[in-house]
């Protein structure tokens, strides 16, 4: 363990020392100057006066990761430091007035806020990218660089070359707020000087919230997780609330008090007996990743012979299920039911023994699952993201939702409409972040194409036009990318490097300085991406700046929290918004940016907007003492209107109904082009694209291979957090069986590899993932070592970067590998 580690570590653990260590390390913190390849690493401890102990005050801040949650935090202050992080000490253990109990990440965060890796001065590279060689740069020097720069790259490529990369470090905050990139500062800033290069879709949701569109007119999602005191039934696709949704604020209290109150039986179908398959599903169904639209074929085989179909349901409010209810000048057997029953083109009916040969569950189970859904009413059938996060991700995530509908569960109390739960939000104001005037948008995930190749991109590479940019599935539009992307800012955001697929190509795009010429990341942290950054602006934590987390909802609870300073920045460090300002005054734009304000200003503002449509919000500085503000909302019935009045409520979809067969699948059937062995397919079939089981691939990589994501971290933030590590280390799931004939034991170091790179890490040789399955938990900080090995385990050294068939997104849990011992 490095020195400064260890001290920091220790001041950690031992309050009546770590007062004094602190204080000395932020004071050292940021001093000095030079090539400092290892300044971060530098910060040492000194020893202190011994001041005679300060009074200790409570300040209210909050975590603002992007777990789903936020969470309130009483961060006790004494001498300038936080000594010690106390949870929300208001509310009760009833839904809708509940306690917002943080989980261990957030009760860790004087791990983030006190850590080496802290950034304290502005640094500019000086090595090669990626070299990790760095000179420390003024405040001033750093905002004319990137002022200058900015303005050559508009002057040569225009604003559509400057892209903000997808980050969600901040998610929770307001004016801090680093996502969607359309909603941050940095948006306001670019939008004062004629915009940026903008995307659309997300990799939390890549696949689902473009599926979405055509199958559902748009995103409805589920009913809240506290209407299921209303089910029989809770069947989960790949939804793992119990270790994504930690936070009292969010779905693990909310699903455990629910159950306790009613009792409903609880299906979970997921390839590892997650946390909420252990701890709040009666049944633990495993099945093999990607395979979910089989399961649901099967299932619909057994409900179509069965005569246990819903038919009313889908004869008032679907399209496309049978060929009596298709679209006009559609050729025949194309309806799902001629998928499912043999008749369509490949001639195959989809029964039980089919469905379990591709996914792995015995056919009796898949009857006995089929009969159960069809007649246990109501029935909460909901899906994470795990399924959707797929090659073949698009139709996974149908699948679910037409289960829904051929089960009649849509748009009822108890039911579900087979999307993710919603959670009630009472709708605060946000940071107004000014028009954009830039017309072409690009798919997320398709940033490093547009680095090589973006220029002349049109609607059938994924451009969308930012006039029309969720135009529910009108995917035409004659918008033209007119250049490669030329500049990146990176606002907390490790999506650069770690978290984006196929970590090795992602380095080889940014190698080239000429293609993308000028990288700024603005973070707290030294992390993967700020390492093949060119300029780094040292960023202000959410306890070192007054804010406010917003859009802080689970269940039938929403609430906003006002995050106070209560503490300041270590050496040069400060806020975004600050640091944007500097950058708007070299490029003539203060006043616009700012409008006069400062962000204690605007978080005044935003208050007062708020109050106009959430009257009993408490003004200002009552918010701020009280810290938290909770309301309890009704509980979310998704798509009831439609439901209640499908004639007076249509869908946003051509026919105005639920497109089991998509109008407008069919037609980019016909003429898009697709990657590899991608399929656009009408309906909700399953598709074994790429790196799914029968795959060729298989002989040289026999297992599939997953990253969920983990308690340890959230994605990589908290990923240097020494207590978690220590806690919840890195590893990978793998079943006995296959541990076994490899000669592997718990806890052995292996290698997991592909063609796209290797892997080092400990196993988890553990009965609770299926046979032929491993996982490892995303998120885990890549650390190249010798001959390319990662020696920190990142899943994406596996990943693959290809796009997925028509939302052009991440299929990052489709990856096919082999394991050994290391
Ligand atoms: N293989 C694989 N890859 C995945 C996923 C997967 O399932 N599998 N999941 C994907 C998903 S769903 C998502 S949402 C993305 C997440 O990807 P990111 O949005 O990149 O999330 P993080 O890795 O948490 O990185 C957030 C960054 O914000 C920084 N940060 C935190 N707080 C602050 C702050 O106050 N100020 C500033 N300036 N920076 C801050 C952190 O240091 C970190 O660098 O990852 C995706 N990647
Ligand atoms: N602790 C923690 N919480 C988080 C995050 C974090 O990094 N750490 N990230 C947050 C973010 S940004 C997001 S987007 C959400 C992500 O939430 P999700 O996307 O739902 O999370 P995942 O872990 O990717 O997937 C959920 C489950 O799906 C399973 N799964 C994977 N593939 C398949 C499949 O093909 N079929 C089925 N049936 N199951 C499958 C996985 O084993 C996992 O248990 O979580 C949020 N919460
Ligand atoms: S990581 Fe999420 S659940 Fe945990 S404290 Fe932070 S906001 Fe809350
Ligand atoms: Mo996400």
Redesign the pocket.
């Known amino acids: 363990m490095p020195k400064d580690t260890a001290d920091v570590l220790a001041a950690l653990t031992t309050p009546s020392v770590s007062r004094r260590r602190f204080m000395a390390w932020s004071a050292v913190a940021g001093v000095g100057a030079g090539v400092v390849g290892a300044s971060r690493h530098g910060l040492q401890a000194a020893a202190a006066d011994s001041a005679p102990a300060a009074e200790e005050k409570i300040v209210w801040s909050s975590c603002?990761?992007?777990c789903g949650s936020r969470c309130p935090l009483r961060l006790v202050v004494r001498d300038g430091r936080v000594v010690r992080v106390d949870p929300d000490d208001t509310g009760d253990d009833e839904l809708g007035t509940q306690q917002i109990r943080a989980c261990v990440r957030g009760r860790s965060i004087r791990t983030?806020i006190y850590n080496p890796d802290r950034l304290t001065s502005p640094m500019k590279r000086v090595g090669r990218r990626g070299e990790d060689k760095w000179q420390k740069i003024s405040w001033d020097e750093a905002t004319t660089l990137i002022a200058d720069q900015l303005k050559k790259t508009i002057a040569e490529h225009g604003n559509e070359s400057v892209y903000l990369q997808?980050?969600?470090?901040?998610?929770g905050?307001t004016v801090?707020r680093?996502?969607p990139p359309a909603g941050t500062a940095v948006a306001r800033l670019m939008n004062c000087v004629g915009g940026f290069l903008d995307q659309y879709s997300?990799?939390?949701?890549g696949q689902i919230g473009i599926a979405v569109d055509f199958q559902h007119g748009g995103w409805q999602g589920s009913n809240s997780n506290d209407d299921t005191r209303n089910s029989k039934l809770v069947v989960m696709f790949g939804n793992n609330p119990h270790e994504t949704r930690m936070s009292g604020g969010g779905e693990v209290f909310v699903t455990q008090k629910a159950k306790a109150e009613t009792g409903h039986r609880v299906i979970v179908i997921d390839p590892r007996q997650s946390e909420t398959a252990m701890n709040l599903a009666d049944e633990w169904v495993p099945i093999r990743p990607g395979t979910d639209a089989a399961l649901v074929a099967g299932f619909a085989h057994v409900m179509i012979s069965e005569n246990l179909l819903d038919q009313t349901f889908l004869d008032t409010y679907c399209s496309g299920f049978d060929e009596d209810h298709m679209p006009e000048g559609v050729p025949a057997n194309l309806s799902y039911r001629s998928y499912v029953m043999g008749e369509g083109a490949d001639g195959t009916a989809k029964t039980p023994e089919w469905a379990a040969k591709i996914t792995g569950l015995p056919a009796q189970t898949i009857t006995r699952l089929a009969r159960e859904i069809a007649t246990t009413k109501p029935c909460a059938i909901t899906q994470g993201?795990?399924p959707q996060?797929h090659s073949n991700g698009e139709n996974q995530s149908r699948a679910p939702m037409l289960l829904a509908a051929m089960t009649g569960q849509i748009g009822i109390s108890g039911g579900g409409t087979g999307e993710r739960e919603s959670s009630a939000n009472i709708g605060m104001a946000s940071f107004p972040t000014l028009e954009n005037p830039v017309r072409p948008v690009i798919p997320f995930y398709r940033w490093t194409d547009a680095i090589t190749s973006g220029e002349g991109w049109t609607y059938k590479d994924g451009v969308r036009d930012n006039a029309d940019r969720n135009g529910n599935a009108n995917v035409t539009n004659d918008v033209t990318l007119g250049s490669n992307i030329k500049f990146m800012w990176l606002?907390?955001?490790?999506?650069l490097v770690?978290?984006?697929?196929d970590i090795n190509r992602t380095l080889e795009i940014l190698s080239d300085e000429n293609a993308l010429e000028m990288i700024v990341c603005?973070?707290?942290?030294m992390?993967?991406?700020?390492r093949y950054s060119d300029i780094l602006l040292p960023?202000?934590?959410?306890a070192e700046q007054v804010d406010l987390a917003q859009q802080g909802s689970s269940g039938n609870l929403g609430y906003a929290i006002f995050t106070d300073k209560a503490v300041d920045p270590p050496g040069e460090a400060k806020p975004?918004y600050e640091q944007l300002t500097l950058i708007a005054d070299k490029l003539g734009v203060k006043q616009k940016f700012t409008e006069g304000r400062s962000q204690e200003d605007w978080v005044r503002w935003i208050v007062d907007e708020s109050r106009k449509t959430i009257p009993d919000l408490p003004p200002f500085e009552e918010f701020r003492r009280m810290g938290v503000f909770k309301k309890k909302l009704e509980p979310v019935i998704a798509m009831k209107a439609f439901r209640d009045d499908p004639k007076a409520n249509p869908l946003a979809t051509p026919s105005g109904k639920i497109e089991i067969f998509s109008t407008n699948l069919h037609r980019m059937s016909q003429d898009w082009p697709v990657e590899g062995d991608n399929k656009i397919t009408p309906t909700p079939e399953y598709v074994r694209t790429r790196e799914m089981p029968g795959d060729p691939l298989q002989e040289r990589y026999p297992l599939q291979c997953i990253?969920?994501?983990y308690k340890q971290?959230?994605?990589?933030?908290y990923?240097n957090s020494p207590w978690l590590k220590e806690a919840h280390p890195q590893h990978v799931w793998i079943n006995p069986i296959d541990a076994q004939s490899r000669g592997i034991g718990n806890g052995d170091s292996v290698d997991v590899w592909n063609d796209r790179g290797k892997v080092r890490l400990p196993a988890y040789v553990t009965p609770r993932i299926m046979p032929g399955v491993l996982s490892i938990p995303?998120?885990a900080w890549y650390t190249p070592g010798a001959n390319g090995l990662d020696e920190g385990g990142?899943?994406?050294t596996l990943?693959s970067h290809t796009p997925t068939a028509y939302s052009k997104g991440?299929g990052?849990?489709s990856v096919l590998a082999q394991i050994a011992k290391a």
Request: charged content about 10%; glycine content about 14%.
């Open positions: 603002n990761v992007n983030r997808y980050g969600t470090g901040v998610l905050a801090a680093s996502w997300d990799y939390s949701t993201w795990g996060r606002y907390g955001s490790n999506a770690n978290q984006h697929g603005i973070d707290n942290h992390t993967v991406s700020a960023d202000a934590v959410t975004v990253g969920h994501h971290r959230t994605h990589s933030s990923g995303q998120g990142s899943v994406n990943t991440n990052q849990h």
